[in-house]
């Protein structure tokens, strides 16, 4: 049967109510793609979880698939989130296939133009906040609880239960868990929901569990540092985050499965960032973290990959951050329209 996105494919698995009305994009059943390149070098057999290939370019879409159904179930009419971005773009998506009022609250001037336009073109009504992210999700806590619009930040539960399926996916295609799985931490919505999944599965069809590799950015690193960050700052916006929600979750994930959090710099997300790119997986800064953290500790010595079947979530579409690129680069060559010209500069 053609597939029909997360909730049909993995909804047994996910605890939703019973009112639940499914809306979907067919989220989802991205792939798992092999770097047997980058394995070599690294030792290891290597994949990532390419979760920009979702509907709106961010896994956020299987959270969000679980949370607008469910909300939309319960008979909401308006849903509202916090975002560093892609929340928004995947919120405003689900919002308008299902009808739904969406209303998107993001740091002043903190938002990378391709999740802030699709925000906008999704319908979505945008409001810029004075503060961080922290200050916008304080704020959206606040009016959710004093009214009846629905939260769909990653504390509504119903995005980690949509957001396990990713989990699921790998060990399907797998046929087990991986003995690593290595990703960017923000506000660890994420990093609870493969945490979840992997232990679920195991439960039920005995996949194993992987160690996990949570990696922050070294200016947004609370979990690492053991303390929140007021200004929390780093290229890779979507975990420029400086309290997470779910930071002591992350903690126990990490701990629990043998693993840890790590953070790495800028220059080291952004140099990863071309190393994926020059295995052709173009992705935003953020979801370069989790390749960085691997290379980083591996190259310290820290971290032994040699025989290990290694997954890597790359979280996001490079499309959603071009300026990343473009900024850091000269404008392209300019020729005359002749053969000449065009011979002089290649050949
Ligand atoms: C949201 C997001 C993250 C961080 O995920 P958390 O669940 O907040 O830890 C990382 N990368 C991208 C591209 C994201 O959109």
Redesign the pocket.
Known sequence: MAYQGILHRYGHLLNLPSYTRPVSLLEGDTPLIPLPRLGRELGCELYVKFEGLNPTG???DRGMTAAISEALGRGAQTVICAS?G??AASAAAYAARSGLRAIVLIPEGKVAMGKLAGAVAYGAEVIQVQGSFDDALALVVEITQKTPIALVN?INPYRIEGQKSAAFEICDDLACAPDWLCL????????TSYWAGFKQYQACNATGLPQILGVQAEGAAPLVLGHPVEKPETVAT??R?GR?ARGEQALEAAQESNGMIIAVSDAEILATQRVLASEGIWV?P??AAGLAGLMAKTAAGQFEARGKKIVVVC??HGLKDPSIVTESFPSPKLISATYQALADLIL
């Open positions: 961010s896994f956020k560093t892609n929340t990653s960017p931490v923000g506000n660890a919505g994420n990093i979507a975990i985050i997470p935003e953020a979801s979280t996001g």
